[in-house]
């Protein structure tokens, strides 16, 4: 997988708190020559305006129809994002049977200091409840997990089956350059072992629904389009 496709894998909707509804999305990521487009909103976490329980077959419902109404054109996933901070999403209490209907799941905030996010072991008591392809989203690799080595990130990664996320988004930055690239060297060991995802995370402005060329570089650059998760 990889060579020849387009993703974008992290995109939030008026379902939390994007601006636009699912279809404006995908209607855009089409125009603009996507090959795949995942809709991720943010799921019961009191950090934002957040899809609830009650409203997630009518979310999954409105993405599979939007599947159906693109087929041939673009190819649509349903995600959610999860706040992997406790105090303001009830892990435990999540509906895992739910998440299991999805194409795939983000976590935010994995062994994220600064966001009071759980460590990657408080996070295996969940992981094993959750069948469907899980990463990480706009993970700080260097920062979070800065007492471990290359090797050892990606060995955590890849027996966890956990893909990686590349983050576009400008809040996903430190000192001029995003996570990423502040990242090379961990990433570049991730080559053959742990999947690789794209996402740009709009929210409010609908040409950051096709922001994926410098990520595209940076995964060309290290031939990594192998890795990619489609
Ligand atoms: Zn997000």
């Known amino acids: 997988m990889g060579k020849g496709s387009v993703i974008?894998?992290?995109t939030h909707t008026t379902f939390s708190d994007g601006l636009f509804p699912p279809e404006a999305i995908v209607e855009r990521a089409a125009k603009d020559g996507l090959t795949h487009i995942g809709i991720t909103d943010h799921f019961e976490t009191s950090k934002v305006a957040s899809l609830k329980a009650g409203d997630f077959w009518t979310y999954l419902r409105r993405i599979e129809e939007l599947r159906r109404k693109y087929e041939g054109t673009i190819e649509v996933l349903a995600g959610v994002e999860i706040d992997v901070n406790p105090e303001r999403c009830a892990l435990d209490r999540l509906p895992f049977d739910m998440l299991g209907e999805l194409d795939f799941v983000?976590?935010?905030?994995?062994?994220?200091?600064?966001?009071?996010?759980?460590?990657?072991?408080?996070?295996?008591?969940?992981?094993?409840?959750?069948?469907?392809?899980?990463?990480?989203?706009?993970?700080?690799?260097?920062?979070?997990?800065?007492?471990?080595?290359?090797?050892?990130?990606?060995?955590?990664?890849?027996s966890r089956d956990l893909f990686a996320e590349l983050n576009t988004a400008l809040p996903y930055r430190r000192d001029g350059m995003t996570f990423y690239e502040l990242a090379e060297d961990v990433i570049r060991g991730f080559k053959g072992k742990v999947k690789l995802s794209i996402g740009t995370d709009i929210h409010r402005r609908l040409l950051e629904v096709s922001n994926v060329e410098a990520a595209y570089r940076f995964i060309r650059r290290l031939d990594l389009e192998d890795d990619l998760l489609f």
Do not use: Q, T, W
């Open 106 to 158: 983000l976590f935010e905030y994995v062994n994220d200091e600064a966001n009071d996010g759980d460590d990657m072991e408080d996070l295996d008591r969940i992981l094993s409840k959750i069948s469907v392809p899980m990463g990480l989203a706009h993970s700080d690799l260097k920062s979070c997990f800065a007492g471990m080595g290359a090797a050892e990130i990606a060995d955590m990664l890849s």
């Open 8 to 10: 974008n894998l992290h």
